[in-house]
Structure formats: structure tokens, C-alpha cells
């Protein structure tokens, strides 16, 4: 009797596993009328998932090779991922961005990875999706190209005081700290009007560590990335109250002006219920400005100067261009809005070198509801990751891929939603013309004053959260004769 049962009981487990089986496959039929067919991929280990391998690839200079290795080995179109502790599908080419483009507040919704929250509390008062449509409200009077006419002379000659003071009469720099310098003096003067050397400095220290945070594990440990991000951005907070305390003063004392700058606006600005933002939401508002007003413009300038030291025939287009520019000027003559246009083969350049060495690998949304993506079921509360790298490289969308060539962004330019450096849909960059404004008046300032080397011909380039060389692009000046 005992041998019977014991020889039945593997026929019983399987009997009932068959059964279950069965069952779920049935619930899932009538849930959703099909069985999910969900993208294929790896979650790799519990919690971290494949964080570590996504942050590595980036930190030895190969970001794309997570999104093209696993396009290769999953899926063209979309795969499974889960990273910073969430499960996600990477969509990929052109259809997986205009997809989430051209379906934001639809199907999908922006997202942020913990880190971010935590790095700018204020958001954890509603959520972050919601601070961001709030500061897309505030921005674009200022940051819409009408608007910015009036900062290009003011761009220049912050320019020109940053080369007087850190590139002339040096034999040798290093370019990314001082790209850096230059990007952030000038965020602090058009969102702040603060212009003092020594201050901006001070605000500018904790700035390295308050980026690297926001992109890393969120393991509030000391000594972690994240940890140092969240003290980083709690000493950059105290700065900027002192900021907002005395422009309040002044405001009621009418020695500042309503329009100078976006902090005046947030100051006067009521919402729709007739409320004016707390100087907690200001202070978290203009910190993310700071954040995202300086970090990629100085990433892609360092990488002008890198292509331009290795490519001598794109920089002489570059010269010849910008010179025409200068010799057309009268003395002292400050850059204007007439001349942005003028300066075609140099934005070229730059959007070359962004497809390249794209500032923003990527970035985040998540999924409002059940959807069907290319045959694949996302289901809702899914986090959902588009990425640079899954067109700007591919040889169907730029032939010749890694061959620079200005020439891609001539007449009409790439197709649609295959060349990403500022997204795309509602969401693109509201900073896209700020950045190329500052990016052009920096080009102008530098190639009328040098020609440069790179001292480091084979230095690396790591990704940590944006491409950067891994020395800092130190080059030997070689200034023009007057």
C-alpha cells in the first residue's frame, strides 16, 4: 500500500501542477483575452538587477553595449531589463521612440528612479511626474528663442571674461572643468543673476557629486554615490535660500527687477489656484535648472574641442565660419541674434558630435495602463527605458556610423526620432535652444582665440551619468597672431 502511494505521488504533483497551470493560463485569457506575451530579457539579481552591468558598460566607455547586446540577443524592437530596482522594457529604433514620444500622458508617463526623488525632496510633496509639468508651465517664456535674443550679448560676454580669465595666456588647460565653469556661470547669471566669480565657485562645488547621485543605486550608505548626491544637494539647497531670502528683500524693496531672471518669475508666478510656490519648491526648481542648465552643454563643449583637435578640416570650416562672423563686427561689438543663423556648419558640428557622444543616454517613463507594443504585452506600472544608443550608432539610420560627418544635419537631417539628444514628443528639451545658443557663443569665443592638440591622444572616455574623457581632455593652446 505504502509503495503504491509513494508511486503515485509523483503522478499527483504533476496532475495538480498541470491543473494550476491550466487554471492561471485560463485567468490570464480572461484578463487580458490572450496570455501575456511579455518582452524577453533578463532581470539579472534581485533588487539590483541589471543596474551594475548597465552603470559598468558606461563607466568603461561603451554605453551603447548594453542596448546592443541585448537587441541582438532578445529583441530589435523591446526586451526586459530591470534596473535601479524596477522592472523595465527598453524600447528600441525609431518606432520604440516615436511610440513613447508621441504616447506621453497617454499610454505613458515620466518616471524617475528613486535616487531622484530623494536628491529633490520637494517633489515627494506630490511626485516628481508633477513638479516636472509644473516647471514645463514656468519655462518656456524664458527659454523660447524670442525670449533668449536678449541673453546672447549677455552669453558673450560671459564668454569672453571666462577666456580672459582661465584660457588666455595659458600654454596648457584642461578642458572639462573649465567647459563646466563656463556653463555654470552662465545658468547662474541668466536664472540667478549671480555673476560673482567667487560665488558662483562656491555654488559650483557640490555640483560633481550632486549629478553622479542622482543616477546611482539608491543605497543611502556614507561613502556611496548616492549618499554624497543627497549632501551634495542639501549644501547646494542652503546656498540658494540665502539666494531667494535677499531677492525677496529686494523685490519688496524695488532693487531687483520682476523680469530679470527665472527666479524673480517663480517668486511673482501664482499657480492656477492662485498659490505662490514656498521657498522650498524654488529652491528644488532652480537646482534642477542648474543641474540640467549645465552638465550636458558642458559634456557636448568638451566633445567639440575633442573632435575639433582630432579632425584639422573640420575645424578650419569651423574658423572660416566664425571669422566671418568677427571681421563682419565693429570694435567691442558684442554677438546678436543676427549672427546665430550665420553659424550653420558649426551647429552641424555640434549635433554631429551629439549623436556621437549624446550628454543624455537616455531616459525614463513608465506605463499608465496595459499596452501592446509591437506583439509584446507592457503591463502597466512597468518602467519603460528609451536610449540614444539604439539609433544614433545604427547603420540603417546613419550610414557609416562612426564616420563624422556634419553633413548628416544639412537640408532636411536625419529622420524623424532616429537622432534623440533632447528626446523628443511633449517632453523634448525645453533648454534645446538655450543650449544651442550657449554651445555657439562658447565655439566662437574659442576657435577665433586657438588652435589646440590633444595631450592625451588615446585618452579614455567614461559615462558616469555623461560622457566625459577620463582625464578631463587636457590640450596645449596654440593661440592665433593677431
Request: glycine residues 6%.
Amino acid at each position: 500500500m505504502e509503495l503504491s502511494l509513494l508511486y503515485m505521488l509523483p503522478w499527483a504533483i504533476l496532475f495538480t501542477t498541470l491543473s494550476l497551470s491550466f487554471l492561471i493560463y485560463k485567468l490570464m485569457i480572461i484578463s487580458h483575452g490572450t496570455p501575456r506575451n511579455l518582452p524577453s530579457g533578463n532581470t539579472g539579481l534581485p533588487y539590483i538587477g541589471e543596474s551594475i552591468q548597465f552603470l559598468s558598460n558606461g563607466r568603461k566607455g561603451h554605453p551603447e553595449k548594453f542596448i546592443s547586446e541585448r537587441m541582438l540577443k532578445f529583441s530589435s524592437k523591446v526586451f526586459k531589463t530591470s534596473l535601479f530596482g524596477e522592472t523595465a522594457a527598453v524600447f528600441c529604433g525609431s518606432a520604440g521612440n516615436k511610440f513613447l514620444f508621441s504616447n506621453e500622458n497617454k499610454l505613458v508617463t515620466a518616471w524617475w528612479p528613486s535616487s531622484v526623488n530623494k536628491i529633490f525632496p520637494s517633489s515627494l510633496q506630490t511626485s516628481s511626474q508633477e513638479e516636472s509639468k509644473k516647471m514645463r508651465k514656468l519655462l518656456p517664456g524664458f527659454l523660447k528663442p524670442e525670449a533668449l535674443q536678449r541673453y546672447i550679448s549677455i552669453m558673450d560676454v560671459i564668454a569672453q571674461r571666462h577666456f580672459e580669465s582661465s584660457w588666455d595666456n595659458k600654454e596648457e588647460v584642461t578642458v572639462f572643468p573649465l567647459a563646466k565653469m563656463f556653463t555654470f556661470w552662465l545658468a547662474c547669471r541668466l536664472f540667478l543673476s549671480v555673476e560673482d566669480p567667487d560665488h558662483v565657485e562656491k555654488l559650483a562645488e557640490p555640483f560633481n557629486e550632486l549629478a553622479a547621485g542622482i543616477i546611482a543605486l539608491p543605497i543611502d550608505l556614507p561613502g556611496t554615490s548616492f549618499n554624497k548626491g543627497i549632501k551634495a544637494s542639501n549644501l547646494v539647497r542652503k546656498e540658494l535660500h540665502a539666494i531667494i531670502k535677499k531677492r525677496k528683500m529686494n523685490l519688496a524693496d524695488n532693487k531687483a527687477s520682476t523680469t530679470q531672471d527665472i527666479l524673480s518669475h517663480m517668486l511673482l508666478t501664482c499657480d492656477e489656484n492662485g498659490e505662490y510656490m514656498n521657498e522650498e519648491d524654488i529652491a528644488d526648481k532652480i537646482l534642477g535648472l542648474l543641474v540640467g542648465g549645465h552638465d550636458t552643454a558642458s559634456a557636448t563643449i568638451t566633445f567639440i574641442v575633442k573632435f575639433l583637435a582630432e579632425l584639422p578640416h573640420v575645424y578650419d570650416e569651423v574658423f572660416k565660419e566664425q571669422m566671418e562672423i568677427a571681421k563682419s563686427k565693429a570694435p567691442g561689438e558684442l554677438l546678436n541674434w543676427e549672427d546665430i543663423p550665420k553659424m550653420r556648419y558649426s551647429w552641424n558640428v555640434a549635433c554631429e558630435v551629439m549623436r556621437l557622444a549624446p550628454p543624455v543616454q537616455g531616459a525614463f517613463r513608465e506605463a499608465m495602463n496595459d499596452f501592446i507594443f509591437e506583439g509584446f504585452s507592457i503591463p502597466k506600472g512597468w518602467k519603460l527605458y528609451w536610449s540614444t544608443h539604439s539609433t544614433h550608432r545604427n547603420p540603417e539610420f546613419f550610414p557609416e556610423p562612426e564616420k563624422f560627418d556634419p553633413s548628416r544635419f544639412e537640408g532636411k537631417g536625419p529622420a524623424p526620432y532616429t537622432y534623440v539628444p533632447f528626446g523628443g514628443g511633449p517632453r523634448m528639451c525645453p533648454g534645446k535652444e538655450y543650449a544651442r545658443l550657449e554651445v555657439l557663443v562658447f565655439m566662437h569665443n574659442l576657435v577665433r582665440r586657438f588652435k589646440w592638440e590633444k595631450l592625451l591622444p588615446d585618452e579614455k572616455i567614461i559615462v558616469d551619468p555623461m560622457p566625459i574623457p577620463a582625464k578631463g581632455l587636457p590640450i596645449r593652446l596654440h593661440p592665433h597672431q593677431p
